[in-house]
């Protein structure tokens, strides 16, 4: 079965970094554009970051470009989201996600938490 296994959110100061991992198992990873969405208390879960299925295609929430970078290891099954310059408002639980034969599947999340 598809599992999503994120990790590496915390709790960090404005203009910190951070890097998300997820680790992906039960499908054929180098098949699919993974993604990155982000859910913010109160507010609805949203996009931050897609790649295509070779990295040569990537998209950015315009909140976030400059500052994020996506990135995938298809030979480890993983994709990171390096997160620079980070503000209060990127304060979210963070989500890995992937679309396999019209089904959506989700990590747990992990929990990233920008503040002084």
């Known amino acids: 079965q598809v599992q999503l296994v994120e990790s590496g959110g915390g709790l960090v100061q404005p203009g910190g970094s951070l890097r998300l991992s997820c680790a992906a198992s039960?499908?054929?990873?180098?098949?699919?554009?993974m993604a990155w969405y982000r859910q913010a208390p109160g507010k609805e879960r949203e996009l931050v970051a897609s790649?295509?299925?070779?990295?040569?295609?990537?998209n950015y929430a315009d909140s976030v470009k400059g500052r994020f970078t996506i990135s995938r290891d298809n030979a480890k099954n993983t994709v990171a989201l390096q997160m620079n310059g980070l503000k209060p408002e990127d304060t979210a639980v963070y989500y890995c996600?992937?679309?396999?034969?019209?089904?959506?599947?989700w990590g747990q999340g992990t929990q990233v938490t920008v503040s002084s």
């Open positions: 996600y992937v679309l396999v034969l019209a089904r959506g599947y």
């Open positions: 039960g499908f054929t990873f180098s098949r699919y554009t």
């Open positions: 790649i295509s299925r070779s990295g040569g295609s990537i």
